[in-house]
């Protein structure tokens, strides 16, 4: 009997032996599978882009190399449940599977796109497709769209208008449509009561104004003086003057060559005869659209350009960037030869 007794003990002892054998097993291999860390890099942080399309298959071919142990990964996936979403996310080193699921499930980091002074839509959206995932043939598409045209009261022309040089926060995985309405919703947020009430009072368009105000920005890169520049366009244009700007027909120099990289320094008087509507020494009025992204500060120069009766400039060659200013034809003459005297001196002269 009492050999039994013993024999019982030492069955039930190993079968709790090996129940906590196996139970050990389990939480080590649970442990491995959710806690333990599994991140392949010696950085201290690692972006994973995932695209919108094939993203399961995408996904798992960039973490496969994230991580060290890919199987333990994908058991961890399987029991939480994981499917891939498009996105950019940042993984830190030493993350365990648990971590890493939840921060691809629902943590997609937005990236800063900032950009200023793009010549035209092209060079924007070239160089945006090199921040997001869309390619910038779909991003000129989507802006030169029929219908967002028409319910916008736009131009392929003046569409440009409503993208704003400035910084924003935007998601990788930002589709072309997405982009080209946040710049609309924040193209009208630029428009406050105060600027539309200054609109308003000169009876110019939105998209007039900020195609003078490239105008603006082009003849002028000094910001103290623009609203003294866009004073005179719009004294011209009062008194039904044409505009005569000069980067208006270096714009249409380049729309014909079909190159907006050209260098053009000067213009020359052959130059002033180009038949484009950008020519604003033949067409009177603002150019159709925009000859580039103008400054915030140029738009704002001629929303609140400065009050004179000035309707001439021309390059003031003792300040750099600055100009002399007239109120009439013989005061501008004389101004002329100041400058044209200079550009003789330094043997610039065309």
Known sequence: ??????????????????????????????????????????TPQKE??????????????????MVEHFDFFQQAARRKGYQPIPGRFVLDKGMNNNDLI?????????????????????????????????????IMQSFYNADFLKENGLTQDNVLSICLPNSYDVFWNTTAEQFRDRMLR???????????????????????VVALAAVVHKESYRVDERPLVAGVYLNRLRKRMRL??????????????????????????????IRSPYNTYRNRGIPPGPITMPDISAIDAVLFAAKHEYIYFVADPSRSG?????????EHNKNKKIYTRWLREKNIYR
Not at 4 to 26: D, E, K
Not at 259 to 264: G, K, R, S, T, V
Request: net charge positive; glycine share 2%; aromatic share 12%.
């Open 1 to 42: 009997m009492g050999d039994n007794n013993q024999m019982i003990r030492r069955i039930f002892i190993a079968v709790l032996l090996l129940g906590f054998l196996i139970g050990s097993a389990f939480v080590f291999h649970f442990y491995r599978v959710f806690f333990a860390s599994n991140t392949a890099f010696e």
């Open 48 to 65: 994973v882009l995932i695209p919108s399309t094939d993203t399961k298959i995408a996904a798992y071919d960039t973490l496969v190399r």
């Open 102 to 138: 939840n921060r691809l499930r629902s943590e997609n980091k937005p990236i800063r796109l900032t950009f200023n002074n793009q010549k035209t839509l092209m060079h924007l959206a070239a160089y945006v497709a090199k921040k997001i995932e869309t390619d910038s043939t779909a």
């Open 186 to 208: 924040q193209y009208k947020a630029f428009w406050t009561p105060k600027r539309e009430a200054a609109r308003k009072k000169i009876k110019r368009s939105r998209e007039e």
């Open 244 to 273: 005569q700007a000069d980067p208006t027909v270096i714009y249409a120099l380049m729309r014909k060559a079909n190159d907006f990289d050209m260098d053009i320094r000067r213009v020359l008087y052959a130059d002033l005869k």
């Open 322 to 330: 600055y100009h002399l200013f007239a109120t009439n034809l013989k």
